[in-house]
């Protein structure tokens, strides 16, 4: 491609709203174009490195039997209510009525319509396994969209789906995509850790996330140096500290003047922080069945209801939301207001779970183990000591919602967890039979028995992994590009355009680099050496060839590598076999990172 007749061009600065530095150089290098909140045109440079990427998804799923098809992305909604999802997600879910006024829906995922083909095409265990797989767009209408490519509302995601006849089965496909999704990130150039993670809306039993470790990222993941252990800390466990038991105490009202705070509460009656009890109040949205008259297999009718959540930890630790939402099966929480906590017979700064009503109190596991503890006395200036679960008050749900810090015993082995951050550019599931179970995706096994087909789910964002290696892959001047997702595997370089000599030699070993079937970009444009340079590092394409007077009188081509500051002269006549050399260089380099990883 003549950088002349590209459809795309370099920018000096970055937009303002450029924050992270993939965003920037991306827009900056002429890859992507902003069309709204977290939507995206991608240029020809850009389309090259997605097509790249997604030929190494398509090789690596097709290497453990997977099977490419396409399924549509406007989707009648009646399929996501068999399943549940049209009354449990919110308004991230895009829904639109049809000009015959039917419930559609705009694809967030495709589990509902790939469980649909698998009732009709799967019949018999001798059918299965199967594992099917699409790249297809996707929308997601996240009111926060960031960072460039990273949060995005429309995107393209590869996703497969797997069933099976039965667990082992599922484990078998589940550990498949386990190492392939290792394979895909490393020929990528994306390091990444696996790391356990909440199954969400997807539901199912186990997930892992791929995780590219990086500060922007707004994951955190809990790591243990020790033993290897890895979560999300949505989900992160850790042990906690047992308290010391005690003989129950009298409850015992105290004044406690300007201790709204469980610090300030700690300093005034000189206690430690674990000896207290912390109440967050929050408001849940739920999808709640009701006795109406309706057309669905259930019988019932779903709505979405708040409802006010009094959360208890103790004072040391602080309220996880995610295993918040799972224990109470929350579509969304948000903080309660002040005349929401006043309702319910608390008040914020000395809330306790003693005495409320109209509330679902949800205590964490430890605090059904800690004596006397002090809580607040639902008046303002005033805390109650000696407070103990089950004696002074009842919980709806005893769970652990407790979030994993630096510092917190590992659940495996007891040392020191730490956190990092971390983009998520996988996941895989475990769904078991959550959709087949919904839909009436069955098969008849070898006794003649009908059973529920046993499923996995499995998605990369393909976006999101361009981003990633962009974020990863640069320095002070550009993008560097690893070889096997660079829009071209050589930037031509001619200076002088006044020079015909140069000009002519270089139009000459472009045409020989595309015989020799080396994808190159060829910057022919009319511009001083300075601005040509600035762009091939900007760019980043791994290797940079320049054609200029000087060394032509030597019989001499300029080469160098984007990732380091050498360069060589290399005889004109030995360029392309120079090049290629170099090619499958840089293509080792990169093999030499796939190599299998223990499961874990």
């Known amino acids: 491609m003549r950088m002349t007749q590209l459809f795309s061009h370099t920018l000096r600065e970055a937009p303002g709203d450029a924050e992270v530095t993939s965003h920037q150089l991306l827009v900056r290098a002429g890859f992507i174009r902003q069309l709204a909140a977290g939507i995206f045109s991608y240029l020809p440079l850009a389309r090259r490195s997605l097509d790249k990427i997604e030929k190494i998804v398509r090789q690596e799923m097709d290497a453990i039997g997977g099977q490419e098809i396409t399924m549509p992305v406007v989707n009648p909604a009646d399929i996501w209510k068999e399943t549940g999802r049209w009354y449990q997600i919110g308004s991230e879910m ?50 926060r969209p960031r960072a460039g490519l990273i949060r995005v509302r429309e995107f393209t995601m590869k996703d497969s789906y797997s069933f099976d006849a039965d667990e082992a089965g599922l484990d078998k496909q589940y550990r498949a995509h386990y190492q392939a999704y290792f394979n895909i990130f490393h020929r990528c150039g994306i390091d990444v850790i696996a790391v356990g993670s909440d199954t969400g809306m997807m539901g199912g039993s186990m997930a892992h996330e791929y995780m590219a470790l990086a500060p922007i990222g707004e994951d955190t993941i809990v790591l243990c140096d020790a033993c290897g252990y890895a979560a999300n800390r949505q989900i992160a466990r850790f042990q906690k500290p047992e308290a010391a038991q005690e ?15 469980i610090e300030d509460l700690a300093k005034f009656l000189g206690i430690p922080k674990a000896k207290t009890a912390k109440a967050v109040f929050m408001v849940a949205t739920r999808s709640e069945a009701t006795a109406k008259d309706t057309k669905d297999e259930s019988g019932n009718t779903y709505q979405d209801v708040e409802r006010f959540i009094f959360a208890v930890v103790r004072g040391d630790m602080e309220v996880n939301e995610t295993k918040l939402a799972n224990a109470v099966q929350a579509k969304a929480l948000r903080p309660a207001h002040e005349e929401e906590i006043q309702a319910i017979g608390a008040k914020p700064g000395y809330g306790s779970p003693v005495g409320v009503h109209d509330t679902i109190i949800v205590i964490d596991d430890t605090i059904a183990h800690s004596p006397n503890l002090v809580a607040g006395a639902n008046e303002p200036g005033y805390h109650l000591r000696n407070v103990n679960y089950g004696r002074d008050y009842q919980a709806d749900i005893v769970s652990d919602i407790a979030v994993a810090q630096d510092g917190d015993a590992c659940p495996v082995c007891g040392a020191p967890l730490h956190t990092v951050r971390g983009v998520e ?34 998605g990369i964002g393909i976006g999101r992994a361009l981003a990633c290696v962009a974020e990863t892959h640069n320095d002070e001047y550009g993008l560097i590009w690893p070889i096997t997702v660079a829009p071209y595997q050589v930037h031509l370089v001619t200076l002088g355009p006044e020079d015909s000599e140069a000009q002519a030699a270089a139009d000459q070993l472009y045409e020989e680099l595309l015989q020799a079937e080396i994808e190159v970009l060829y910057d022919d444009r009319d511009r001083s050496p300075g601005i040509k340079f600035n762009d091939a590092d900007l760019i980043g394409i791994p290797l940079r060839v320049t054609v200029a007077k000087r060394g032509l009188k030597e019989g001499n081509v300029e080469l160098k590598r984007r990732d380091q500051k050498e360069r060589t002269w290399v005889p004109s006549g030995e360029i392309i076999p120079a090049l290629q050399a170099e090619i499958a260089s840089l293509e080792a380099e990169i093999a030499a990172h796939v190599t299998p990883v223990a499961f874990t």
Do not use: C
Not at 109 to 119: P, Q
């Open 94 to 143: 895009g829904r639109f009525k049809d000009k015959s006024d039917r419930d559609m829906v705009l694809a967030m995922t495709h589990e509902e319509i790939v469980t649909d083909l698998a009732r009709h095409e799967l019949r018999s265990y001798r059918q299965l396994p199967q594992l099917v797989y699409h790249l297809q767009t996707k929308w997601r209408d996240d009111p």
């Open 247 to 261: 003989e129950l105490l009298p409850v015992e009202k105290v004044a406690t003047p300007d201790t709204s705070t």
């Open 425 to 458: 550019v996988g996941n895989i599931f475990k769904l078991g039979t959550r959709y087949s179970g919904s839909l009436g995706a069955t098969f008849v096994d070898q006794d003649g028995e009908e059973k529920p087909l046993v499923m996995g789910s499995y």
